[in-house]
């Protein structure tokens, strides 16, 4: 496929004598940082993420909504928030089966269990027929696929003819001096704070190195054009610290 985008992150962690594919490094770190997940979330994000999500939300409104598919659906906020549109059904999927329990503790206390399903799966192979839904969403997930562009032709493959898919992912200020205060920020102090609240030192230095690699506006909107996608849009949020990217089948 043109232009595929590898994760070019290196498997192998210092001391580890078994290197891991990059998928299941991911999936493991998800595993175990899933129990304070939302809190690590809201907290250094200063709850901004909730905001976003309702810009996610606010484009689903206006298309439609019968079958939606969350990708990536970790805890669920994005699912949980499209539940309130009234969809005859939405489908989570994600690898970490640690992230989906938390969302199903979520779903079960909403009473929202029967509406949201939920699949241990992969983005890159996604197990539906093609054609099958309204709308794609994936939160702060396609970041993290091991091959972005399989993902992507994935999620084109399974959404309808007219439907929509709207990906909400970091991006990267350019202007000064916001630039400078969001990198002082995601390379020093979440880290920081990232790791002795989660316990896990490598899943908050990840962060900002996975956001450094990954491809912003114009050239993901080339990626999702490359999968097929019309009409695509990039819209910065907040200064351009994240952005929402639309692309319809
Ligand atoms: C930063 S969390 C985002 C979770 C949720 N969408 C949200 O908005 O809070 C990223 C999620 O992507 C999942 N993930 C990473 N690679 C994946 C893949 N190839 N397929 C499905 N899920 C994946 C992780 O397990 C994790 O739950």
């Not at 498997?11 to 999936?27: F, G, H, M, S, Y």
Request: proline share 6%; charged share 25%.
């Amino acid at each position: 496929m043109k232009n595929s985008i590898q994760n070019p992150r290196k498997p192998q962690q210092i001391n580890d004598p078994t290197p891991l594919a990059v998928k299941e490094e991911v999936r493991q770190m998800f595993d175990n940082i899933a129990p304070r997940y939302d809190f690590l979330n809201h907290f250094l994000s200063m709850g901004i993420d909730r905001i976003w999500r309702r810009r996610v939300y606010k484009i689903m409104k206006r298309h439609p909504h019968q079958q939606i598919l969350d990708v990536a659906s970790g805890t669920g906020d994005m699912a949980i928030l499209a539940s309130k549109l009234k969809p005859e059904a939405i489908f989570g999927i994600d690898i970490s089966k640690e992230m989906l329990n938390e969302q199903h503790k979520k779903l079960k206390a909403k009473n929202l269990d029967k509406l949201i399903k939920l699949k241990v799966a992969d983005g890159e192979d996604i197990p539906f027929e093609a054609n099958s839904f309204d709308i794609i969403t994936t939160a702060f997930g396609v970041r993290n696929f091991e091959n972005l562009d399989l993902g992507l032709s994935e999620m084109h493959r399974v959404l309808k003819n007219g439907g929509i898919t709207i990906i909400l992912e970091f991006s990267k200020p350019t202007k000064t001096p916001v630039k400078q205060l969001y990198q002082f920020y995601f390379k020093n102090i979440l880290p920081f704070l990232g790791s002795k609240i989660s316990k896990n030192s490598h899943a908050y230095t990840y962060l900002p190195e996975s956001v450094g690699h990954f491809p912003t506006g114009e050239a993901f909107t080339e990626h999702l054009k490359n999968a097929g996608f019309r009409n695509t849009t990039s819209h910065p949020l907040t200064f351009g610290i994240a952005s929402i990217y639309t692309g319809q089948k």
